[in-house]
């Protein structure tokens, strides 16, 4: 045995993914002793600035965006009782296709071996039991979400630490009801924040292999969303209330890729088979 706290890691994009995807269990982890690390990527730049800015509009100063963001990421942070928040500091690259992509130094551009190394120092000092991040797609296809995912496994591979490693996801029937919720043909619905057409989000619940109950926490989860309030893509799902919000988003859905316990399926806790 060994005097080590268990520790979950959630490496996370930019500022504000935290809350939407793993705040309920963030939460739920700290609240029950276990050690909770964040590790964002990147600095968020390309997110709105004051006034509702869009990246490359007049009025949108991204180092002002960085420093805000900041303060909000650790404002989440606190909600959710987080006790390591690492970043890593990239500048963002924006949504695919964007000239932020390939921007010298930002996350979508740098070797993905260069990132993965200095994530993976982070999990040497942290030593992981679970890993949290994003599928191979992003979620919906995110071009900081799809790195996270890469330097993320590959971090696990050089270093061979966590026991057990999830990909977030949501349920494609949860999901189409968020949608109603905003109207039949999802009118008003934009919970990526990017004014395009809608990519398909989620797994047939079939597929899904844990579902964490984090409703006791939801309430925290929602100030989290709300302590990032500079980001239209936060105040969506605000936009719920808190009653709506606990019933919609009270369990966080997960797919386990990678295991040593032997936990069966379906999982209701992260950590099972680790106490």
């Known amino acids: 045995m060994t005097d080590r706290p268990l520790t979950l890691m959630a490496v996370h994009a930019h500022p504000d993914d935290e809350a939407t995807g793993t705040g309920g269990v963030l939460r739920r982890y700290a609240t029950e002793g276990i050690q909770t690390v964040l590790v964002t990527c990147t600095d968020g730049s390309c997110g709105e600035g004051a006034g509702g800015a869009k990246h490359g509009e007049p009025g949108h100063d991204p180092a002002a965006v960085v420093a805000m963001r900041r303060k909000e990421l650790e404002a989440s942070c606190e909600v959710l009782g987080v006790t390591h928040l690492e970043l890593l500091g990239y500048p963002d690259s924006g949504m695919m296709g964007w000239p932020t992509n390939d ?15 200095r994530l993976g120092k982070l999990m040497e000092l942290y030593q992981p039991d679970v890993v949290v991040t994003y599928d191979e797609n992003g979620f919906y296809g995110h071009p900081d979400h799809i790195q996270a995912n890469r330097i993320t496994m590959a971090a696990l ?25 905003f109207g039949a043909d999802g009118q008003g619905l934009d919970p990526l924040g990017d004014d395009g057409p809608l990519p398909e989000i989620g797994l047939p619940d079939e597929e899904i292999t844990t579902w964490v109950d984090t409703t ?8 989290a969303l709300a302590a990032h ?20 988003m ?17 999982e209701n806790d992260l950590f099972a088979g680790l106490r």
């Open 103 to 117: 921007a010298p130094g930002s996350f979508w551009s740098t070797p993905v071996e260069e990132a993965a190394a």
């Open 157 to 181: 591979h050089m270093t061979g630490m966590a026991s057990k490693v999830y990909w977030t996801t949501v349920p494609r029937s949860r999901f189409e009801q968020i949608m109603r919720e």
């Open 229 to 248: 309030a500079s980001q239209s893509d936060s105040a969506f799902f605000l936009q719920l209330g808190k009653e709506r919000f606990t019933q919609l």
């Open 216 to 223: 006791p926490f939801a309430s925290q989860k929602f100030d």
């Open 250 to 266: 009270g369990v966080e859905t997960f797919v386990r890729v990678h295991d040593t316990t032997g936990a069966a399926f379906p």
